[in-house]
DNA sequence: TAATAATCCTACATAGTGTTCGTTAACAAT
DNA sequence: ATTGTTAACGAACACTATGTAGGATTATTA
């Protein structure tokens, strides 16, 4: 990729992440992202068609740090035993990743307009939950979809809650609230 | 109030209302309410702000007749007692409620945009939670905080299952997966 | 019927979107 | 170092929506 390339992409990228912190991603313009990454307008066109196409490429570039390693780690142990305990961890190492891009996370969940972001997260989530379903052997009285989908939004629940706490607790303790949520 | 008044508002609502099914009510305009309702531009803002507080009027418009009544009926309940029994029925109440407003709920929870909805939709079922554990004595492992929002949240996710299912089940089946997970 | 007030219509300023195109400057390859 | 390529710039443009203002018109109330 030219150098020119990247740096411009990295100069949106980084004023979007800015801007998300003080504004909502609703009111945030294509305009204010002009000015604060200093670029001239034709330039961002260049490289995305909307706003929400940038959302969706950030999205992305922070999700392949969030879930991608940790997926592929969990691949590499034997799921068949200890099931839960693989899946407390897995659950741990994300809600791990997520600390990293804290500032981030808390600017977009407390973002307007931020559907574009959480149908992704949603979808990674999603992945994670029939990852562990392909392993353990449910039986229980609610539909399987249902009940994967009612974990995805307990974790994101949780999520939003540590953000309100300002991130007070250890992963391990928001880990150990999701698993007493899921299992209980 | 004057009769003219009344129309018009009648008019705003029903178009927006029309439109909510038809497209997100992020890319719907003041614009299009108008065209949609008849109405001219400068009696639209003699009502309403912005779009966002016409969002807000309807949303309690409806929450009246979702909640108030069936608030107000389990009150006069003796909730000490069969509390659980109660509970179960008031959230089936409440389904049962949705169940009338199907188009809009639909219209609204598949939209882009909603956040106002969902916030405010979020703080009546709230105030639901806390209603029951006035009553019912808390002291599981979870911060009682929490686990109120995580029930929020059960219904939400158990609504939209619905909402995607076409509303095959009835407000008892739904009423009985919210209860299953709650306890389980 | 007269006073009141809501609606209508037109016009206007403002702000953001998305496109075009000629110019300038940085880059990669030889 | 030179040259062809291509990204970035910047200015201009049409377009769409917001929000405001004022006077004319019409419906309502009393």
Redesign the interface.
Same mark, same amino acid.
């Given at each position: 990729m030219d150098k020119r390339e990247e740096k411009t992409i990295n100069k949106i990228h980084e004023a979007f992440v800015k801007l998300i912190n003080q504004r909502d991603y $609703?009111s945030l313009t294509i305009q204010d992202i002009l000015e604060e990454a200093k670029i001239s307008r034709s330039t961002f066109y260049a490289h995305y068609k909307t706003k929400d196409e940038l959302l969706l490429k950030v999205s992305h570039h922070i999700f392949e740090h969030v879930f991608s390693k940790s997926l592929e780690e969990e691949k590499s142990h034997d799921f068949s035993k200890d099931t839960f305990y693989n899946y407390r961890h897995l659950i741990e190492h994300i809600y791990y990743h997520v600390l990293d891009e804290k500032e981030l996370f808390k600017g977009i969940l407390k973002s307007?307009?931020s559907?574009i972001f959480m149908k992704e997260f949603r979808k990674e989530l999603l992945k994670v939950a029939d990852s562990y379903y392909s392993n353990y052997h449910y039986q229980? $009285?609610?539909?399987l $979809?249902?009940?994967k989908?009612?974990s995805?939004? $307990?974790f994101?629940?949780?999520l +939003? #809650?540590w953000i309100k706490n300002d991130f007070q607790e250890s992963p391990e303790e928001v880990a150990d #609230?999701f698993i007493?949520?899921f299992i +209980?």
């Open positions: $609703e307007r307009g559907e229980g $009285e609610i539909p $979809e249902l009940k989908s009612i995805v939004e $307990e994101i629940v949780i +939003n #809650y #609230y007493k949520s +209980n």
